[in-house]
Each structure stands twice: as C-alpha cells, then as structure tokens.
C-alpha cells in the first residue's frame, strides 16, 4: 500500500468543461487580492507540523467510494472552491495533505465571479470618472479636463475580464500544487464520502471519500418576501455587476457595504439613489461617529436620499424607460403603509443567505439553524443534532455564519486545517478586519465605541475605556491628493493598551486598518505600536498619529526591554 507521498497529483476534471447549468456554492467576495501560489513559494502562514499522510487505497480515481481496506481517497475533500476553499486548500497542500475540491460552478466562488472582485473594477472606473469629473478638485492640482465621458460596455468588460483573470490564477494555483478540481455539487453520503454530480451531465460526477471534509459553500443574496426579482429593473449584486444599464434613478434597499459601494458606483455614472433601509438610522452597522461622517462624505454632498425604518414590503418590476417599478413602503414599528415609490430601478442589497440547501447533512445527523447555518464549535468542527463535534467535518465562511467576509472564510479554512492536523487554534473573529471600497473607503476592526462600552459596564471596567482620535486633514499625503477628509478613532482600555476597536474613514483606509487588526491578533497593546515607524510623507501617518493619541497608563514593553 502506498502513501500519499509517493502518489503523483491528478487533476481529474481537467478538460471537463464549464459547469454553469446550476446554481453556484456562492462566496463572498475577498477584501484582498488573489495570486497565484505553489509550493515553493507564497505560503500563506509559516510552516508547522506537517499532518502524518494516510494510507490511501485507488487514490486519484474520480469515481472511487469506499473500499474494503478503509483507506480513503483524499486525506481532505472541500465543498466549495471559493476564496475559504481555496485559502485552506492551500494550507492543507502546505501541512502535506492530498486534497480534492467539488465545485459546481466557477472557481473562486462569488467572491471572485460576481462580488467583491468585479465590483472593485466598477469602483475603480467610477471613481476616476468621479474625479476627473470635479472640477474644482481638477483645478486645485492645476489640471485642466472638459468633456468627461464613459463607455458603460467597457466599464463592463473591464469588471468581466478583472473577475476571468483572477479565476483563472486562482485555478491555476490549486493545479499546480496537485489539488484535485472535481466538477459537480457535493451532497454527504456519510460522514466520510461526498457525492457529487450536475443536473442533466452524464460525463461528470462520482463518489470520492475522505479523511476529512471540509464546507464552504458559501452564500446567496437575500431576498425579502414581497419583492419580485426579474433581473433587469429589481435586481441583486449579482445582476447589478453585469451594469448592462444605468437607470436614471435607483432605490436601494439596505445601506450596509453593498450598498454603499453601488450608490458610490451609480452616482459617479449620473444616476440618483434612494435608500431605504429597515432600521432607525442609516448606515447602521458602522460605528455612530464614522457613519456621520461617512454621511456627509457618501450621502449629502451627492444625489442621494434616503428612507429610514422603513420596510420595502413589495416591490414590482417595471419595464426600462416604458414603465416604472413601483416599491411600497411600510413603517418598520406600526406595518403600516407611509409611502409608494416610483424609481427606474431597485438594487435589493439586503444581505446573504447561507447556501447549505442540497447537502445531505442529515446523513451526517445535522440540521441547520432556521436561516439555514451549519452548527459549528471555535474550532469549525460541525456540530451535530445532539450539539456533539463531527471531528472530521469542518464547515467554514458564509454556510456556517460567524463572520460572513470572504478573507474570514480563508482565515477560518486555515484554522480548520490546523485543527484537523492535531495543532490546536481558534480564530479571533475580533481581529478580522472589514472594508467598504467607496470614495473615500472606510474601514473598521474589532467592535464600536457603543458595544465597547456596553462591554465594559457589564465586565466593571467601564472607566477605563479611552478614545482616541485623529485627522486625515493633518497628513501631508493625503492633502498633496487633496483627499484630506477623514478620520481615525481607536477605543481601547487605558488601563492596559488593549486595542478594543478602529474605525477609519478616508484615503486608502482599506489598506491602513491592517496595522490593527494585526495587533489585536497578535494581542498587541497600543503601547507596543508606539515605537514603529512610518514612512514619512504617506497616509500610514495617520495611524502614527493615532496611536501617539492613545494614553495608556502602562509603558510599552518594547521601551522596558529597550
């Protein structure tokens, strides 16, 4: 019997084809970019303990199953490969597991076919058209421009072609470290085998066992009752990033990132938004301080409104530039109807829905929650009926929902892995960062000022939560752009540094949040960051600036041991 060392790698499906007849395993979209990696280089964390390999009896064979010599045909199979199916593939590859990956649509998942990816390429394109448009900011660096126009096609085609490239390195990447791409959706026929096929294809599919197997199929948008979706006038993200139209006037429901980031897109392009959102105040996941900023920023200098707690309880489509969609507003507390809205079009962006329909999880004893989330423990084991670990089944990202962000889904593929392997970790949700790409962006790690001190008052530390803030208007960089509006604000305890929170709004903020959240991950006091250096002039400096603010009553490790 050989080992999985000895084996070579085939890539089975290769040749098969696009298997775009069926809903995807959906992902969100990555908030960082994607490269190709092999196994010399680009290894995502450093190396540990490799996990022993198995005995593997028919290893490779597409339609093996089960054998009488209880060997397994993969040390890891993963439903899914989106951005947490390719991350723990990845790092399964690393610890020296033989893997297989089952997807029934495009590599890479939402997050890199119709999310965060392609939108990033409408982001771009819109926010140059933006800039060149404003005159007075033109005129400020001496630049002269009369004229600004855009080809919405090609705006298009750019965010098409953006999502085919980084597909295609993404696969490219699983195949050259040896990484089995199965075609087909995955359905559980014990805790141990996957099934897996496409609806109306004879030439692909099969039964393969694992050691191990992984989840990570992902999301789907939300949808509310009462709104009827016909792609073209009330559409979701997915319709919207074709941008196979500007309508004149857009409502979106829901002013979450998805929202913010297409109203950034269609008002660049010259439409008016509308939002409508259930809750009392707009923006309502940001922290209060940054949200008033980003309002005045993102929403009032623009050709935007918006509706607050206020329910889009039906919502009907209408036919471009013949005949409006007509959106019923009902109020949030007494359900009853305030308003009726005639708009070109409706974008619902009113979050995601895990994709776990179809799997087979009651061969394995599992059942969803009622939104349809996989039970897991801190260690992204599955739990089963009973709340009991399954120890070799793993589910990540999206399908089970503690953090629904593509790099979380990637984070916590990685932490799986480890798990599996015998090398005990727990990934701290508090250090993962999010970012909303708009212009500017904003940024935020660990939690708000207000649940910092909600915390705080329950835990008996309510007087030793600080704040601190500072000011893009201040940076050299950012005003040499003329891109001075924004802020930084870090909550942390004063007692003892720790970092409980940042929230950034302005220039590049996506890029600057990373020195935090590595922090907290590391657990890293505020003192100790007294002493890095920034290079001088860059944007970085605002985070300098930050954390010069931050008064904690401890000294810093690094100038005792100095």
Not at 41 to 47: A, M, T
């Amino acid at each position: 019997m050989k080992t999985i060392a000895s084996l070579g790698r085939v890539n089975v499906c290769r040749g098969v084809g696009s298997a775009k007849a069926t809903p995807q395993f959906a992902r969100l979209p990555v908030i960082r970019g994607i490269s190709t990696r092999n196994t010399k280089i680009g290894k995502i964390i450093q190396r540990s303990e490799r996990c022993a390999p198995i005995t593997v009896a028919n290893a490779g064979s597409q339609k093996s199953g089960s054998n009488s010599s209880g060997g397994y045909d993969y040390d890891l199979v993963i439903i899914g490969a989106g951005v947490g199916g390719h991350g723990a593939a990845l790092h399964a590859v690393d610890k020296g597991l033989k893997v297989a990956v089952i997807e029934g649509h495009d590599i890479g998942g939402t997050c890199v076919n119709r999310g965060c990816v392609p939108s990033k390429a409408l982001l771009a394109a819109a926010g140059q058209v933006r800039k060149l448009k404003d005159e007075h900011h033109m005129k400020s660096l001496g630049i002269q421009v009369d004229n600004v126009n855009f080809e919405r096609e090609k705006i298009a085609n750019h965010a098409k072609n953006l999502a085919n490239t980084i597909q295609g390195n993404l696969q490219r990447s699983l195949e050259a470290i040896g990484v089995d791409i199965l075609i087909g959706q995955g359905k559980f026929v014990d805790a141990h085998t996957v099934k897996y096929s496409l609806p109306g294809r004879v030439d692909v599919g099969g039964n393969v066992t694992a050691k191990n197997i992984i989840i990570g199929t992902g999301s789907v948008p939300f949808v509310p009752p009462g709104i009827e979706i016909d792609g073209k006038t009330v559409f979701t993200s997915d319709h919207a990033l074709k941008m196979e139209w500007i309508p004149e006037w857009v409502a979106i429901i829901g002013s979450g990132y998805i929202g913010l980031e297409f109203s950034d897109v269609y008002t660049a392009l010259g439409s008016e938004v509308t939002f409508i959102e259930a809750l009392p105040n707009i923006m309502p996941g940001f922290d209060k301080e940054i949200a008033k900023l980003a309002q005045r920023l993102l929403i009032n200098g623009r050709n935007v409104d918006f509706h607050t707690n206020v329910l889009a309880t039906k919502v009907t489509p209408g036919v471009p530039g013949v005949k409006p969609v007509t959106v019923e507003l009902t109020d949030f507390n007494t359900k009853e109807k305030v308003d009726e809205l005639e708009v070109d079009a409706v974008l619902v962006a009113t979050g995601r829905a895990p994709y776990t329909n179809g799997l087979g999880l009651k061969e394995i004893n599992v059942e969803t929650d009622r939104r349809g989330f996989v039970p897991v423990n801190e260690k992204m084991q599955v739990l089963d009926k009973n709340g009991k670990a399954i120890s070799n089944v793993f589910c990540i990202g999206d399908a089970n929902g503690k953090y629904m962000l593509a790099h979380a889904a990637s984070a916590q593929g990685i932490s799986a892995i480890e798990n599996m392997c015998g090398n005990p970790h727990v990934l701290d949700h508090n250090s993962i960062p999010a970012a909303c790409f708009t212009h500017p962006e904003v940024s935020f790690v660990g939690v708000t000022e207000d649940a910092a001190r909600e915390a705080a008052e329950k835990g008996g530390y309510a007087d030793k939560v600080e704040v601190a803030k500072t000011y893009f208007k201040g940076n050299s960089k950012a005003l040499a752009e003329i891109e001075g509006d924004g802020m930084g604000k870090l909550i942390y305890r004063k007692d003892t540094g720790e970092i409980l929170g940042v929230h950034l709004i302005g220039l590049h903020a996506a890029d600057l949040i990373h020195e935090f959240s590595n922090a907290i991950s590391m657990k890293i006091p505020v003192q100790d960051l007294t002493f890095a250096v920034h290079a001088h002039p860059t944007v970085s400096e605002v985070i300098e600036d930050l954390i010069r603010h931050a008064k904690v009553g401890v000294k810093s490790k690094t100038a005792v041991a100095a």
